[in-house]
């Protein structure tokens, strides 16, 4: 295994300068930067055909808990956290101490080390507010704010500042012995919609790339080396719409998907048909680009089909083999409002099974693959 591990991360600099963004100055290897040492793990990951099982806000709340230390409602269902968790920005853009959920900054910087250590990983969304009159994601009549970001000066230098802090956090995520710890980022995901400021009906092709490459440049200027850039559109019918906005193969690192499932039994069929065409676009899109794929977004609210995790779940992945798959967050508030297990819910048994298959991984698995 040892030898495995230094081939993979000698190879690293190889394998991200062959149309990869990963950022990278060198290929000297003695500055393997961690963005370029995490893709050579879901390199590794991905060959191996394995699919790591993700949760947003894992550790930080649960279905009736918030707050406390040590706890994780995936952990207590199955033994172990997940591979990968997900985090919102949305609230750094502003200087706020915490995110649109209540989690701060802080805590969510100390959970991100903790996962590391325990080999695990961390991705994260931003639901960033618009930097025209600091409204949420969700008010999106104003088709005209990613126009502004691009051409406004005053818009460009709030949009500036605002992806400033947002750089400032990934540079302050750390390790005790003080490298940077590699994370997944996902800005401007579900472009295909029409629910945020940066959709399909509120901005053009050429601007959403646009801001892609705003969005990368003021990274690059703060010297943020450890972020991975995952490219995610909700639903789309074809590989064509899904590559319509793409900003090109030097901004992006993962070619993810964000795909729901809505109305129980239902809704199923029409949920796996929706996959098989998006997951199944980032799939082909991420081989032809040497990229790599990965179910960026999924769940079933409530998870009202009992048996939701091996029946519907797990032959979609089995199918596509993405290197992760993360459901969004168990919120406290919301009693209906959850997308993974708890320990007591009618698909508890149901989701001990997907964690004993052998094709998904939690944090203990993925610490294996170095
Ligand atoms: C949405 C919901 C909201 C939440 C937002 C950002 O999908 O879960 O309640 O505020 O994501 O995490």
């Known amino acids: ?105 802080e805590r969510m910087r100390e959970e991100v080390i903790a996962q590391d250590a325990r080999g695990g990983m961390n991705a994260f969304s931003w639901h960033s507010v ?71 009906r509120q901005c053009s092709v050429d601007d959403y790339r646009k801001l892609w490459a705003k969005t990368r440049r003021i990274m690059d200027e703060e010297g943020v080396d450890n972020i991975l850039w995952a490219y995610s559109p909700d639903r789309v019918v074809s590989d064509e719409e899904y590559m319509e906005r793409y900003p090109g193969n030097e901004f992006v690192d993962i070619m993810g998907a964000d795909v729901y499932a809505y109305g129980a039994e239902k809704g199923i069929e029409s949920y796996r048909n929706a ?25 079933l609210e409530g998870v009202t089909v009992p048996t939701w995790w091996i029946d519907v779940l797990l032959p979609v992945i089995e199918k596509w083999r993405p290197v992760y798959v993360i459901t969004w967050r168990n919120a406290h508030d919301k009693p209906g409002h959850f997308f993974g297990p708890y320990p007591g819910h009618d698909s508890a048994d149901n989701f001990k099974a997907f964690y004993a298959d052998s094709t998904t991984l939690f944090a203990k698995d993925v610490a294996r693959f170095k």
């Open 130 to 200: 618009n930097p025209v009159d600091g409204r949420d994601s969700w008010a999106c009549e104003d088709t005209t704010i990613v126009s502004r970001i691009i051409a406004d000066p005053q818009v460009a230098a709030a949009f500036d500042q605002q992806v400033r802090r947002v750089a400032a956090f990934f540079k302050s995520l750390t390790r005790p012995d003080g490298t940077r710890i590699g994370v997944v980022f996902r800005p401007w995901h579900e472009h295909t919609g029409a629910w945020f400021w940066w959709g399909s």
């Open 1 to 105: 295994m040892k030898q495995i591990i230094i081939a993979l991360v000698a190879f690293a600099p190889a394998m991200v300068s062959c149309g990869s963004s990963a950022s990278s100055s060198t290929s000297d290897a003695d500055t393997i930067t961690a963005a370029q040492t995490m893709r050579a793990r879901l390199d590794s990951i991905a060959a191996a055909g394995k699919v790591m099982f993700g949760h947003d806000d894992d550790p930080v709340y649960g279905h009736s808990w918030v707050g406390d230390r040590g706890r994780s409602d995936v952990l207590e269902v199955a033994g172990d956290y997940p591979a990968i968790m997900n985090w919102d920005l949305g609230g750094i853009e502003k200087g706020d101490a915490a995110n649109l959920d209540s989690v701060s900054f």
């Open 275 to 299: 996959v098989d065409a998006t997951l199944g676009a980032a799939t082909r899109m991420a081989a032809e680009n040497g990229k790599i794929a990965a179910f960026s977004e999924t769940g």
